[in-house]
């Protein structure tokens, strides 16, 4: 059984910095694409960056260049998102997702838009509140 479990959320001041982790169980993240979404209260989904399974590529979301950083550790199963500079509308619950087959590529609807629900495997979310 596939399981991804997050940790690392909480209340940070804005300019501070978190660092999500998402650990993976019964499957190794290496055969996998992954990202991270997140839903803002009121608002939707949206992707802010994934991985390439075989590159390695990397891509984020415009609103979140220069500030997050995707990683993984293999030897770990785990996923990280680096967060830094953080702004009050960051604000929200963040996912990690993880899919064999989904590419991981510039702007895909699969990562960043709408078709993102249609991801293999997600973790439980975990709430990031950015605020003073």
């Known amino acids: 059984q596939v399981q991804l479990v997050q940790s690392g959320g909480g209340l940070v001041q804005p300019g501070g910095s978190l660092r999500l982790s998402c650990a993976a169980s019964g499957v190794s993240l290496d055969d996998y694409n992954v990202g991270w979404v997140r839903r803002a209260p009121g608002k939707q989904r949206e992707g802010v960056s994934c991985m390439g399974k075989r590159d390695g590529n990397t891509y984020y979301a415009d609103f979140v260049k220069g500030r997050f950083t995707i990683s993984r550790d293999n030897a770990e199963n785990t996923v990280y998102l680096q967060m830094n500079s953080l702004e009050p509308e960051d604000t929200a619950v963040y996912h990690c997702?993880?899919?064999?087959?989904?590419?991981?590529?510039?702007?895909?609807?699969?990562?960043?838009?709408?078709?993102?629900?249609?991801?293999?495997?997600w973790g439980q979310g975990t709430l990031v509140t950015v605020s003073s």
């Open positions: 997702a993880a899919d064999l087959l989904r590419p991981c590529l510039h702007d895909s609807n699969w990562y960043f838009g709408a078709e993102s629900r249609y991801l293999e495997e």
